[in-house]
């Protein structure tokens, strides 16, 4: 099974929002650090792909990153 998951950065707010949908499910979660979200992000997909999608097995994880950064030239 695999799931992608788009994170994108809040630069003013200084947060982290994963999503992710289907025909059978949508997840939204947050948070300050991308590697919390990260996990966060592992243990609610291992849990709908148990409970609502009655899953056991191995989940892939496409990760899509949407961060714009500033730098000097």
Same mark, same amino acid.
């Given at each position: 099974?695999?799931?992608?998951?788009?994170?994108?950065? !809040?630069?003013?707010?200084?947060?982290?929002?994963?999503? /992710?949908? /289907?025909?059978?499910?949508?997840?939204? +979660?947050?948070?300050? /650090?991308?590697?919390?979200? +990260?996990?966060?992000?592992?243990?609610?997909?291992?849990?709908?792909?148990?409970?609502?999608?009655? !899953?056991?097995?191995?989940?892939?994880?496409? +990760?899509?990153?949407?961060?714009?950064? /500033?730098?000097?030239?």
């Amino acid at each position: 099974m695999e799931f992608t998951v788009k994170f994108t950065w !809040y630069d003013d707010e200084k947060i982290w929002l994963a999503t /992710s949908s /289907s025909d059978d499910f949508a997840m939204t +979660l947050d948070h300050g /650090s991308f590697d919390a979200l +990260l996990e966060k992000v592992k243990i609610a997909l291992s849990d709908i792909a148990e409970n609502e999608l009655a !899953y056991k097995g191995e989940i892939k994880v496409k +990760l899509e990153i949407d961060r714009t950064v /500033s730098i000097a030239a």
